[in-house]
């Protein structure tokens, strides 16, 4: 492949285009393993640093949380050599601390969905168990919380709790994740995060908050047209942490997560199917016994 990446960008809701990718192109990269990614990558450079941007929801946003793909979308970028990947995404607050316009920096998350069949790349004759403890990476978190206090209120830290949506809470469910001392809710991010430790790519979350769902007294239910208000909003100043926080992303240096798998695979390399490995490809190039 010509193209080699170092940082993947992931845009969430209303984050279509990143505009200081310079020397930009569209790469459609075709099928994955495991199908579609949701749009082709916006591949360039900021700062000097060679980047691919994928809007997470296609661009004209055509896909439900529910439908993406996010074991193509991962396997997309580590096909194109990233090892870094900043995580954009719209939430909604539980917190009356978290007023819109606020960028979190959450450091977990916890898992809502009815199912996370599609959360991993394994099976198929080869098990792994990947650490996920500290689901982030604490050095690309820091470093995006930094650039992010320069621009407005930012918080580091917190729990991102990941719905299954498309609708938005009930207003038992917003009450039950502020008692549960949640800060944030979102549809997309805990899927995305397996996939790329799994991938043995750093990833952070920048999390925008656009609402309080739907607890707060006096702001009443979620709308889309409160949430698209808030998003315009939010996306210059997204665009800015990104054109600083890229140029400040290490070079050549490795951290646990860039090992992920190193410890994390029971089955014993004499019983891996060939067509599994074929299948997994670069995530196993590192691990195929000589």
Request: hydrophobic content about 40%; aromatic content about 8%.
């Amino acid at each position: 492949m010509d193209e080699c990446c170092e940082i993947g960008i992931v845009g969430g809701s209303g984050l279509y285009e990143m505009d200081c990718v310079k020397n930009r192109r569209w790469v459609n990269l075709g099928s994955s393993p495991w199908g579609e990614p949701s749009d082709e990558y916006l591949v360039g450079e900021i700062g000097g640093r060679s980047v691919a941007f994928l809007p997470r929801h296609g661009r004209g946003h055509r896909l439900l949380p529910s439908e993406l793909n996010h074991r193509a979308n991962i396997f997309g970028f580590k096909k194109l050599g990233v090892r870094w990947i900043v995580s954009l995404s719209a939430v909604g607050s539980l917190k009356e601390e978290l007023s819109p316009g606020t960028f979190v920096l959450p450091s977990q998350f916890y898992d809502r969905m009815k199912s996370s069949a599609q959360h991993t790349f394994f099976g198929g004759g080869i098990v792994a168990h990947i650490s996920f403890a500290r689901p982030v990476c604490g050095e690309l978190q820091a470093l995006l919380y930094d650039e992010a206090a320069k621009t407005g209120p930012a918080v580091l830290g917190g729990t991102y709790v990941n719905m299954e949506g498309p609708a938005f809470s009930t207003l038992a469910e917003a009450c039950e994740n502020r008692r549960a001392g949640f800060d944030v809710i979102g549809m997309t991010n805990l899927a995305e995060a397996k996939c790329a430790r799994e991938a043995e790519i750093a990833y952070a979350t920048v999390a925008m908050v656009t609402d309080y769902d739907c607890w707060h007294e006096d702001h009443g239910s979620v709308t889309v047209d409160m949430v698209i208000s808030c998003l315009r909003n939010n996306a210059a100043r997204a665009h800015a942490l990104v054109a600083a926080a890229v140029p400040r992303i290490p070079i050549g240096t490795t951290n646990a997560c860039h090992n992920a798998l190193k410890n994390a695979i029971m089955t014993d390399p004499k019983c891996w199917p060939p067509a599994t490995v074929e299948k997994l490809g670069p995530l196993l190039e590192h691990y195929i016994p000589a």
